[in-house]
């Protein structure tokens, strides 16, 4: 019998690792193998992907676009299961750029997007930790762009890495 989250592990006198979720219980959805990361103050669920490097994407002559594809080690069922039993869910994508443009200008087309969020194949255009919808970068809500007239870092157009 497997524990229904890793809160219940902690509780149990564990440390972080891996374990088996059993996120309904007895239920229909089967147990998942996940990561629970545990300190004194928080616990957290980490269920891996296939795409946990950096992925260098440089530019193409022909096509001028970079797709990468997240396979989650868990089914749907059970990655919405352990979602909707979270007090705080994120997930995290990083770009790191140079003399790469995300979004353009604040009025203007993003020149990148992802899909996904509270609905399967929805395009974003949010990066770094800012809102949804926003169209910036966590800078641009903060202010603290290196360029005030942009709102993200990347799109300043410059050759330090940020």
């Given at each position: ?10 509780h ?34 980490v ?70 969020g ?45």
């Amino acid at each position: 019998l497997y524990e229904q989250s890793c809160e219940a592990y902690k509780h149990n006198g564990n440390t972080s690792g891996h374990f088996y979720i059993d996120v309904d219980g007895s239920g229909p959805i089967k147990p998942q193998l996940v990561y629970c990361n545990m300190t004194e103050e928080n616990t957290w669920m980490v269920i891996q992907h296939n795409n946990s490097e950096l992925t260098r994407v440089r530019p193409s002559p022909e096509v001028n676009q970079h797709s990468v594809h997240f396979d989650y080690s868990t089914e749907e069922e059970q990655l919405l299961a352990a979602i909707s039993q979270s007090e705080y869910c994120e997930q995290e994508l990083s770009y790191h750029c140079r003399k790469s443009r995300l979004l353009n200008t604040p009025e203007g087309s993003p020149f990148s997007w992802w899909l996904g969020g509270p609905a399967p194949g929805r395009v974003q255009s949010y990066w770094g930790g800012a809102q949804p919808g926003s169209q910036q970068c966590v800078c641009g809500l903060q202010g603290d762009c290196v360029d005030p007239q942009h709102y993200c870092n990347c799109d300043a157009d410059r050759t330090e890495w940020y």
